[in-house]
């Protein structure tokens, strides 16, 4: 598995070629479009290699004139189909096109366009983004690409995302996260995903799943290009005053490992990799420390009863787009139905109970810099594996499993991809 050459680069030394004059954006465009051609893993619901081209090719004319838009000045990008990008049709894992008005752009699309950054297409997802393995049944499921022989899932829902970085059409990633949306199509596809804290980020023109739980993120090759990316577009994004520091030496940071609840049911090799991974940290001079987080178990049984995303999509469709309810992915509409009979009552206790752990999480992440988990607990199930509804149930709550438990906690989160 390869990707294209140029658009596996880090996305630094990528910038550093364009602002020397070595290396045009019309090149890694043409680069992402031959990659394209030469793909088959139905990543993308809209490809836009004409209008790619054409801001690749202004972005060279704006650099030739002494002009510098920001670092992300000329760098392919691809886009989840959650975010509206004007011009574009926006589907959001749906049968039809959502109403013309969510194609405006929102802050993130706006302080991305501003840079000049090529938008090389919107990339596919779970339905409403309500899913965390990547099938659709609507558009089709995109095809893990690290398994030639059987389709896999690439893991949802920003379910093209990771396969545009590895198919070589994307140099960096927009995806969203709500209970592992970014961590585990990056986990499943071995690429790097960065989820924000929620409020971090905006996500007014983004699609929503749920109010309180919802952030925008990042997906790249590499933890490197996810903070040179970040760096890029958090000072306008935010609009916080936040002195990015540079990054730690690894004899500086305490990491806290939590001893089961996040080690349960993996598959093979999965536990095994991510320790081995785990030492190797430690003897470059990381200490490594017994950690719990409060309320685990707690947490869990409330996302298995559908926490808060469930009613609040329900809450949403009710509102904004009852027209398609009947037309909705049935693993889908089954996990909304139950939703829609929630009393109030418990909808709101479901939300003192995360405020509440989310407050200790945060009082206890005082004595560590991070805490260390496996992303995911199984390898990526074939489609066919997941016809039924049970079995496709069983393995969604799997695969969200450990990362539910930092959006539920208020907590970022960042997979990194680990050596098999």
């Not at 749920?210 to 952030?215: F, G, I, M, P, V």
């Not at 009947?326 to 206790?349: C, F, G, K, M």
């Not at 945060?362 to 988990?373: E, P, R």
């Not at 607990?377 to 450990?402: C, E, F, G, I």
Request: with cysteine.
């Amino acid at each position: 598995m390869t990707a294209a050459p140029l658009l596996a680069s880090p996305l630094s030394e990528l910038a550093q070629a364009l602002e020397a004059g070595n290396l045009a954006s019309e090149k890694l465009v043409a680069s992402a479009i031959e990659a394209y051609r030469a793909s088959d893993d139905n990543s993308y619901i809209q490809w836009c290699p004409e209008q790619a081209l054409a801001l690749a090719k202004a972005s060279d004319r704006a650099r030739k004139a002494g002009a510098f838009t920001g670092p992300l000045m000329g760098l392919p990008v691809s886009v989840k189909d959650l975010f509206g990008v004007p011009g574009l049709p926006i589907h959001a894992g749906c049968a039809r096109p959502l109403p013309e008005r969510w194609q405006a752009a929102g802050p993130v699309i706006k302080a991305l366009s501003a840079q000049l950054a090529p938008v090389m297409g919107k990339t596919h997802c779970v339905e409403l983004a309500f899913g965390g393995l990547g099938t659709n049944s609507h558009w089709g499921t995109p095809a893990n690409p690290w398994d030639k022989q059987v389709h896999r899932v690439p893991g949802g829902s920003s379910s093209g995302a990771g396969v545009s970085l590895v198919n070589g059409t994307a140099a960096l990633a927009l995806g969203t996260d709500t209970a592992g949306s970014i961590r585990v199509p990056a986990s499943m596809t071995g690429v790097a995903g960065l989820k924000l804290t929620a409020g971090r980020w905006p996500t007014q023109q983004i699609v929503p799943l749920s109010h309180t739980l919802d952030t925008p993120g990042l997906m790249a090759r590499r933890v490197d290009d996810l903070d040179y990316a970040f760096r890029a577009l958090d000072p306008v994004v935010s609009k916080q005053r936040v002195v990015h520091t540079s990054a730690s030496e690894l004899a500086d940071l305490t990491f806290g490992v939590p001893a089961a609840f996040f080690w349960e049911n993996c598959s093979p090799g999965i536990a095994e990799a991510v320790e081995a991974a785990l030492k190797v940290i430690e003897r470059a001079g990381a200490r490594l420390v017994p950690f719990e987080l409060p309320g685990v178990e707690q947490i869990h049984e409330l996302f298995l009863k559908g926490g808060v995303a469930a009613p609040e999509l329900a809450a949403f469709i009710r509102e904004d787009m009852p027209e398609i309810v009947a037309s909705l992915d049935p693993n889908v509409a089954a996990r909304l139905h139950t939703a829609e009979e929630l009393p109030a009552w418990e909808y709101i206790q479901r939300l003192q109970v995360m405020t509440r752990l989310s407050a200790e999480a945060a009082s206890q992440m005082q004595q560590v810099d991070a805490v260390l988990t496996p992303t995911v607990t199984l390898t990526p199930p074939t489609v066919d594996s997941l016809k039924d509804p049970k079995a496709y149930t069983a393995a969604n709550m799997q695969a969200l499993r450990n990362t539910a438990i930092g959006n539920y906690l208020g907590l970022c989160g960042l997979s990194l991809p680990v050596p098999s």
